[in-house]
């Protein structure tokens, strides 16, 4: 049954004790979460991770990355008791379609193409824009759409993503039947963890499962 009210607790103790877990690991946090969600039973925590010196929007981490990770914040979160509910731990990649936040992400990834949705039309009428973010001044994101530079207030955007976008491949010639190439993984790359304080723990294949 899906929980009816939110757990109450400090999410901000959970960040700062994992802090030393992650840099352990040599990842950094770039998002916490504590939500419910229709399709799971229950609470998640969830842990967005990313390398300190990745240059990729995926974040430079690898599944097994994930599973460390989740090990690890696991075993804290049941020693420090911050959590007083059943819940699920997830730690995952952002993703090549990662969200963007921050204005300082906006400034990351120039030149990659993003879509941005507004609180309220931009100066065009849009409500929804998608094309090459640009250079733009402070408190402000700018894209390029349909060749038009736009920019609105950062304060109005909503939601922000990057497109994953396959690179193209060329035509093969008359006659000459094209080499088949590996799928390339375009989503994230998650490990999840069932988590409850005080209990005892069994490892899977999927990393750690915990029951009361």
Known sequence: MEPSTRAVFDLGRVRDAVAPVLASHGVTLVDLEWTTERERAGW???????????????????????ADVSRDVSSVLDVEDLIPNHYNLEVSSPGLDRRLRTAAEFARFLGRTAKVKLSRPAPDGQRLLRGELLEAPEGQVAVLVDGKRIAVPFADVVEARLVFELPSQPKAKKGQRQGKEPAKESGQ??????????SGSKRSERGSEKRK
């Open 44 to 66: 998640t925590l969830r842990l967005t991770i990313e390398r300190e010196d990745a240059v990729d929007a995926g974040g430079g981490v690898t599944l097994e990355d994930c």
């Open 189 to 198: 790359i998650r490990q999840l963890a069932e988590a409850a304080p005080r």
